[in-house]
């Protein structure tokens, strides 16, 4: 048992924050046991460390990152999107068929995630099956949690970055059989996103998602062009979500959807109808010109929408300035189209970045009994002589802090 | 004679960025005399700093920025407007009339504009004259340029911030006076907003621009409100801009409008006749939910666009994160106003966060002869073994840097 003193905050829900100032977590085992205002008598001989007037918040959860895209953060950002895959990303991912380039970009991706806060993500990799492993094993070694995608792409694609449908296929089966065991990182299968997977291809994964009990992730409806081309090509399909949903991909594992900027009705229906996880990616969806999410839209329809940093469309890891970022972007579908969306607050994208995201990749994401510690110190968010509250701390980090503020960070209980 | 050698980089003008890659900038006296590829035999006796391949960029200037609100950064966010204001706003900004409250934040709003490389700065205090002349002593004593202002507020805002007009003209009168001196920081007009300014008192700030040349900062079509709100209380003026025409505030000195996101064509009348500077906030018209400046259209009409961190609206000093933002509130100007507003790019942005923003205060901004060396070393931008261009050095810094990557600060020719 070890007790751990500070200003504790984490989500009760999209409304409220749970907020015990001056208080104890008690951890053990790596698992939290309780909150207590005082150190309870039961608890006399425990170990204690005070992080003060420290925030201790759960770590975040980041639900759609390229990891092999971490190069490209920051830079770009001034070409259209066309041209940022042809000039940037789709040359950048074809090195990763080079270990020798993969390893260090991946080292360094996953350092910064750590950096930042982020201990949970569902990770884009590449096409290339020894590089994914290499990033899967990087996670497994840090004790991060994760679910990691061997990408598919065998159409429209370029040529140095496509696969053949049996290659994609067979590489992504042999991928999984790899990684059956049961830690903390899994496989995911990773379609790029309908334009560039051939219905054999979507299909076939389907099938291996019902052998391995896989979930799925992919990019929907994340511009106008991308949500009717999709529609183009697989004209039997109602909506982007149903291509997946028919092609049996859906109800195997999480199913984690990112951007989700144009969904109809019958996206709606399917995400709900099997627990989808739609990922908001503000930073990325601004870069790229797609349009804004309606975040309370998707959540009034009882759908977990979360967080995602999405590297390289997004310029930064730390889901923290996503929280406010999503913020900024709500406040202006609200002033753009104010009946499509509603301005959302702190406690809501709180609650995205770490309870609904961390929802995603088992118990972590809160603080109640049972639940893993992982957590971070926030501190050195005050002014001299102006004391703030926790929710105001909490708030003035998201917007403004960075990974300077993160002064400790424990994962599975264990202090790094 | 000094050479200092890196990558250099400044703004010719909107479009364009002048990039010397592995070359000299000569500084005699403070003043840039040249950049050379090689060191000139000329010069072949003076001393040389080597960067290697860090960026030299002129430093930022911020057109718009209250530091007496610089505790609010990042916290009440979710608040409306009206609620900001009158919750954390006005009642902080009331303490300022404390000597004691005042010093501490002042002294680390400068420090902290230094650190972010911010070397020039157009700043509201607050009404009270003794606390607005220790800041301006401090910007001062620091080498700083700037121009700072006592705030008029004479009406409509609550009695604890609230001037009569008789002693709100008095105490600026006197305010120029102790400020009729030479030195880089200058005193400049600032009515708050029409909204908050009586007649008399605007009228009477006329005057005292005149006979003392000084010019005037204010915010202007910050939000629909505000503008209908101006012409409601000045029936007879065409514009929000128009009333400080009339009032003879204009043409005195610099006149900088901050926000400007729904100018008529009289505001751009006016704005152009008088040479006028609107400042775009992008963090702050963000927060605030006030709307986009159509910042490509002020400048196709002539007009000198530059940008402000505004805190506490925004969240944070840091110009060239603002040039970020800038870009990402153009890309969704054009998704949602296409008719008003075009896609705007690094180099756009860039130069209004110095070469544009520069003019206002003298000979900075740029590195052409003549101008002051007022300089920054941007580093640490790189990965490992993936060399970047200047330019998307200086895009990634814009994006996701922050002042660590700020390794080296020039102000007037001397290291800081």
């Given amino acids: 048992m070890h007790l751990y003193h500070g200003d504790i905050v984490y989500s009760e829900n999209r409304e409220t924050l749970k907020i015990f100032e001056d208080s104890y977590i008690a951890v053990e085992n790596g698992l939290v046991e309780g909150i ?18 420290g925030l201790i918040i759960p770590a975040f959860s980041d639900l759609h990152v390229h990891a092999s895209q971490f190069l490209q953060r920051g830079i770009g950002m001034d070409l259209l999107l066309n041209d940022w895959l042809n000039t940037y990303t789709f040359p950048q991912e074809s090195h990763f068929a080079d270990m020798d380039y993969a390893e260090p970009v991946y080292e360094a991706y996953v350092n910064d995630m750590i ?5 949970h993500a569902c990770i884009f990799a590449t096409i290339h099956r020894p590089a994914t492993n290499l990033l899967f094993k990087k996670l497994e070694e840090k004790g991060l949690r994760a679910l990691v995608g061997k990408v598919n792409m065998d159409f429209q694609s370029p040529p140095y970055l496509c696969e053949t449908t049996e290659e994609s296929l067979r590489e992504t089966e042999i991928f999984l059989e790899e990684h059956s065991g049961g830690t903390l990182v899994k496989p995911i299968l990773t379609p790029r996103f309908a334009p560039t997977c051939s219905r054999e291809l979507i299909w076939g994964l389907g099938k291996l998602g019902k052998k391995y009990k896989v979930g799925v992730q992919t990019h929907i409806v994340e511009s106008r062009w991308e949500a009717a081309e999709s529609l183009r090509l697989f004209p039997d399909c109602r909506s982007d979500s149903e291509i997946y949903e028919k092609a049996g991909l859906l109800g195997n594992g999480p199913s984690v959807f990112a951007h989700v900027i144009f969904p109809n009705e019958d996206d709606i229906r399917v995400m709900k109808e099997y627990d989808c996880t739609p990922v908001q990616c503000p930073d990325s969806t601004n870069n790229i010109i797609a349009g804004i999410m309606a975040v309370d839209r998707l959540q009034e329809k009882g759908l977990r929408v979360t ?7 997004g310029q930064q890891n730390g889901i923290y300035r996503q929280c406010a970022a999503s913020i900024k972007l709500s406040k ?36 109640d009994p049972g639940f893993v510690f992982d957590a971070l110190v926030i501190d050195n968010i005050e002014d001299e002589g102006h004391p703030m509250t926790p929710a105001q701390r909490l708030e003035r980090f998201c917007y403004a802090g960075d990974d300077r503020n993160v002064t400790a960070r424990y994962l599975n209980g264990t202090l790094l």
Same sequence: chains 1, 2.
Avoid at 115 to 119: C, E, I, L, N
Avoid at 341 to 362: H, L, P, Q, R
């Fill in 115 to 119: 950096r930042h806060g982020t201990f």
């Fill in 307 to 313: 967080l995602g940093c999405d590297i390289g469309g």
């Fill in 36 to 53: 207590y205002p005082q150190i309870p008598d039961k608890f006399s001989g425990a170990e204690v460390t005070d992080y003060g007037r």
């Fill in 332 to 367: 202006l579908k609200e002033f753009y189209e104010p009946e499509l969306g509603k301005t959302i607050d702190i406690a809501n994208t709180f609650y995205m970045a770490t309870k609904a995201g961390g929802e995603v990749f088992g118990n972590v994401g809160t603080f």
